[in-house]
């Protein structure tokens, strides 16, 4: 939402919307229910002060804040120093960018902080904490450790104190406690740290083995890359700007991330603001009917990342191509996600070229999960520009994985405060894409 001259979150909105959530599962739930584990986007955060309360609405990582912040901080820390310290690639909208934004507006850097699903199961009773797979998006861990970098803290002048303590992936956070607590079905329940990054729970829901498959986490941002065993942080790596995500197990989420179908959202919403709409599924029925555009777009220009009349944006980046501007209306929807489709399809090759090329894995098979996967041209496009054989798994594949880290806690017990094993968290998962729930909902 718009607060002032800033894009935040709306705190309290999204603490009801869980409530609310959790109610109907109680009303629902024939038996108690054993655990409650919180996953959500990375990177974003909320400041508290001494009654462990917020002290304002978390910031969006939209807001143009960071542009300043990722500047000064260049200035500071070399990039190549930054990934040989994290192996994170660079994006503005990292934890880090944001920190630092906080210490340029005069903020108290003292304030204590934790990232939104951690907070969120913090409300709901857990410990303060951040989870490990969450914890690495930030830019600040030690790479190869879960510990918190305090070369990088220490050259950017902020509090390492003001840091939660980072715990593995399948932590029990602990009990359920407030006015949930007393439901019949909450008795019991205990408070788990998934993969608390939604995109490493998503991967980890993935029912594949062998070294032959990457995957696409398709939504809002499209998460591209393979999984590894071990951090990849090679000039090549570093060149192309890839980032060693924490994931499930020890395991490393090799990725980059890729402007996604945010482009699509954004320009459907700037048709309704003027009366019209489109649906995600019309507009891909209907492009479906037309020819290749004539030329692509440049999906990760910056400009494409900030909100506003996406329509214009794209077509001034048109227009600087010395390519014919689309029409502005609603009328255009279809040739405006041809275009989208096209570029993203395109793009999602290119990255999982360069990923092979420097992992020196051969890919035969790429996973699709997340809501873009519904989208059957889009995943046709992917499949031609890669030549890959494309596996379509579910829409909610980061609950499969959040799940199956509970599942995999839950079974082994106190043991689970080191963490889960990454076999284990698989074998829960490939169990829970074959329920019928799951394959009926593809």
């Known amino acids: 939402m718009e607060q002032g001259d800033s894009l935040r979150w709306d705190l309290d909105r999204i603490c009801r919307g ?8 109680a009303d629902f739930a024939e038996e108690g229910i054993a655990s409650i584990a919180t996953d959500g986007w990375a990177v974003d955060y909320v400041r508290l002060g001494d009654d462990g309360q917020p002290l304002e609405n978390p910031f969006c990582y939209r807001d143009e804040r960071t542009v300043a912040a990722e500047n000064e901080v260049a200035r500071l820390i070399s990039r190549e120093r930054l990934y040989q310290l994290t192996g994170i690639q660079f994006l503005r909208l990292n934890t880090l960018y944001q920190l630092y934004a906080d210490k340029l507006a005069g903020k108290n850097s003292g304030a204590r902080w934790m990232n939104l699903p951690e907070f969120v199961a913090h409300q709901l009773g857990g410990i303060p904490a951040a989870e490990f797979t969450n914890a690495t998006h930030t830019q600040l861990v030690r790479l190869g450790t879960q510990e918190w970098s305090r070369e990088i803290f220490g050259a950017l002048g902020l509090d390492v104190a003001a840091a939660p303590p980072i715990v593995p992936t399948g932590a029990v956070l602990g009990r359920l406690t407030g006015s949930l607590a007393s439901l019949a079905a909450f ?7 998934p993969a608390c990054h939604d995109t490493a729970s998503a991967i980890a829901g993935i029912p594949a083995h062998d070294d032959d498959w990457a995957f696409i986490s398709s939504g809002t941002w499209s998460l591209v890359g393979t999984v590894l065993d071990r951090p990849c942080v090679t000039p090549e790596s570093f060149r192309e700007n890839f980032t060693n995500l924490g994931g499930v197990g020890g395991q490393v989420c090799f990725l980059k991330n890729v402007n996604g179908l945010w482009l699509l959202q954004r320009c459907v919403q700037h048709w309704q603001s003027q009366a019209h709409s489109w649906t995600a599924a019309e507009l891909a029925e209907e492009a479906a009917k037309l020819p290749p555009p004539d030329g692509l777009l440049d999906v990760d220009d910056p400009d494409l990342l900030l909100p506003g009349d996406m329509p214009e944006r794209i077509n001034v980046q048109r227009r600087r191509r010395g390519l014919k501007p689309l029409a502005p209306g609603h009328g255009s929807g279809p040739a405006y996600a041809n275009l989208i489709f096209h570029s993203l399809a395109a793009r999602y090759a290119e990255v999982l070229k360069t990923a092979a090329a420097v992992t020196g894995k051969k890919f035969k098979r790429l996973y699709i999960v997340g809501g873009g996967g519904r989208n059957r041209l889009l995943n046709r496009l992917t499949a031609e520009n890669t030549g890959l054989e494309v596996h379509v798994g579910s829409p909610e594949n980061a609950t499969i994985g959040n799940f199956a880290v509970q ?20 074998r829960w998962a490939e169990s829970l894409c074959a329920s019928p729930l799951v394959t009926s909902n593809r």
Do not use: Y
């Open 18 to 25: 869980v409530a609310k959530g959790l109610r109907i599962c």
């Open 187 to 193: 008795r019991d329940t205990i408070l788990l740290a």
């Open 407 to 426: 599942l995999a806690a839950l079974e082994r017990g106190s043991a689970a405060a080191g963490g889960v094993s990454r076999e284990t968290v698989s």
